[in-house]
């Protein structure tokens, strides 16, 4: 056992040590015309794999400003779509949950990143690692359950919703978040997970990646840090699919690369101060910005919402049960007693926080997320490449909740009741696989 662990060790240093070689330029070239041929119809014995791709953040229009060569390669060779459109709030929690479950986040009940509900104790949040792991948060069906439950094997590497037992199921592979896990080893494990013996090998994996996100947040959408962020990722990609082909799977898997969202510009001269709108003591902040939910201490909301409602121009102001019909959410049960909702490019923040920009580590954020899905700023990444997929193709920007109809599609499983429709992704698909 130890001299297998030491092979297996040796021999993923050494893959390691190829792939730092490899030029990025000259893998793109490659991957361009791999992508090419697989793309032509092919008749297998094996099943078809899945590897969903999330690259947090990826805004629709960073493919031709910032020209990731693996994932133009990708393109090319598959089928790239105008945007990603993601469901309100355009936010992480909620719309990886989406893409997962093809249900509308009302339905599946991430209705925020932080939330409380009135059945459930704790606070929902990234931190609150233990109230997560509550299946009574998690709504739906996610598709590593649907690929388990039909006797094939998932993975899911760093996915909302993975820790926890949803209906008394989890993939066969997954390990809790680690921000700090370099993108090597994530890539690594998704590998390994993929290539293990017959019977034991994921048909389907995810596979997920911040750094856009986070480069995103802290300098805005147009800066040479979410440059730098997606060269790093696409550089990850690249090390993916060239594993994946030395393994010999390049024949039956199918990416689909996709964000959650898009990112929006923030200036210092959009800001929503709480503080000179009311007496922040008054109340509990649930969530800040851009869309702001609040709980009166004294339980009088009729008294908090008339201190705020038009306050500000730029910050729409609503009781729960007033939430505009087109956000889909309006009396939700999890929706704090005050929802205010910012103008795209504002942000709503507090005397406090902005005394400690500029101190340590921390910067006045340069762009945010969370606003109307509808605007054009929101809207993400989706790639598809596989020889189940179109080559070449654009398609026009859909919704996410229609992935999950998508991806059973070419893994040939029942999907599970949701909201998405297969029509609509139909023309991604080679004839054949949409039947």
């Known amino acids: 056992m130890r001299a297998r662990t030491r092979r297996r060790a040796q021999y993923t240093a050494d893959v390691f040590h190829r792939l730092a070689r490899l030029g990025a330029a000259v893998f ?3 991957l361009l015309v791999a992508c090419r041929t697989a793309a032509l119809p092919q ?8 590897v969903l791709v999330s690259i947090d953040g990826f805004r629709w229009d960073y ?27 355009s936010k992480t929690f909620p719309n990886h949950y989406t893409i997962a479950t093809g249900l509308r986040i009302a339905r599946h009940g ?13 606070r929902f949040s990234l931190r609150n690692r233990d109230v997560l ?26 996915w909302p919703g993975s820790e926890t037992k949803i209906g008394g199921r989890q993939a066969t592979y997954w390990i809790p978040y680690e921000e700090e896990m370099p993108h090597a080893e994530r890539v690594a494990r998704t590998l390994d997970w993929l290539t293990r013996p017959a019977g034991k090998g994921a048909s389907f994996a995810t596979l997920y990646f911040s750094d856009v996100d986070t480069a995103g947040h802290r300098r805005g959408p147009d800066s040479e840090e979410v440059r730098d962020a997606v060269a790093r990722v696409d550089a990850s990609l690249a090390q993916l699919v060239k594993g994946v082909e030395d ?25 929503i101060v709480l503080d000179d709108l009311i007496d922040i003591a008054t109340a509990e902040v649930i969530d800040w910005s851009p869309v702001l939910g609040l709980t009166p201490r004294d339980g009088d909301v009729a008294r908090l919402y008339a201190a705020l409602k038009d306050r500000h121009p730029a910050l729409a102001v609503y009781r729960k049960g007033e939430v505009p019909a087109k956000y889909g959410l309006a009396g939700h049960p999890r929706l704090p007693p005050i929802v205010g909702i910012a103008g795209e490019g504002w942000h709503v923040t507090s005397r406090a926080e902005m005394a400690r920009w500029g101190t340590g580590n921390l910067v006045a954020p340069g762009g945010n997320h969370g606003y109307d899905p509808q605007l054009r700023s929101m809207h993400g990444l989706f790639v598809a490449a596989g020889s189940r997929v179109h080559r070449g193709r654009r398609v026009p920007a859909f919704e996410n909740i229609h992935l999950y109809e998508l991806m059973c599609a070419l893994l040939g499983v029942r999907p599970a009741k949701n909201d998405g429709d297969l029509r609509v992704t139909r023309g991604i698909l080679r004839e054949r696989a949409a039947q």
């Open 133 to 158: 792991m509550d299946p009574r948060w998690w709504g739906g069906e996610p598709i590593w359950n649907t690929v388990e439950r039909q006797g094939l094997v998932a993975s899911a590497m760093f």
């Open 63 to 89: 493919l031709e400003k910032f020209r990731p060569p693996t994932l133009l390669a990708l393109a090319a060779g598959g089928v790239r779509a105008e945007g990603l459109i993601p469901q309100f709030p």
């Open 247 to 271: 393994a010999g799977r390049g024949a039956r898997v199918h990416y689909i690369v996709v964000s959650d969202h898009g990112m929006a510009s923030l200036s210092p001269d959009r800001m």
């Open 28 to 30: 793109a070239a490659a």
């Open 43 to 50: 008749v297998t014995a094996e099943r078809p794999i899945v």
């Open 110 to 122: 991430i209705v925020s990143n932080n939330m409380e509900a009135p059945d459930i104790p704790g």
